[in-house]
Nanobody, 117 residues
Framework: QLQLVESGGGLVQPGGSLRLSCATSGSTLEDYATGWFRQAPGKEREAVACISSSGRSTNYADSVKGRFTISRDNAKNTVSLQMNSLKPEDTAVYYC??????????WGQGTQVTVSS
């Protein structure tokens, strides 16, 4: 069974950058499409970015286009999210997600990102 562990969250000032990482184990990552979601207090979880199993196709929420970049390294079983030009509204718990060919979803435990001066 696939397991996901996020890291890299923290406190950053507006305009700053963070890089989130998701380490996976228990299964071959190249069998899964992956993505990053976030959930702010009092709000529903929303998709931020996703990347196909091959890494050739990506999609982003309009709110992060041009600022965030998702990538993956299937050889190292990792998925990353580079976040630049961070805004206070990016504050949330960020979750790594993997989706199998049978539409089974796997989630990490989340990592807190706080953007504040």
């Amino acid at each position: 069974q696939l397991q996901l562990v996020e890291s890299g969250g923290g406190l950053v000032q507006p305009g700053g950058s963070l890089r989130l990482s998701c380490a996976t184990s228990g299964s071959t990552l190249e069998d899964y499409a992956t993505g990053w979601f976030r959930q702010a207090p009092g709000k529903e979880r929303e998709a931020v970015a996703c990347i196909s199993s091959s890494g050739r196709s990506t999609n982003y929420a309009d709110s992060v286009k041009g600022r965030f970049t998702i990538s993956r390294d299937n050889a190292k079983n990792t998925v990353s999210l580079q976040m630049n030009s961070l805004k206070p509204e990016d504050t949330a718990v960020y979750y790594c997600n993997a989706l199998s060919h049978t539409a089974r979803a796997y989630w990490g435990q989340g990592t807190q990102v706080t953007v504040s001066s």
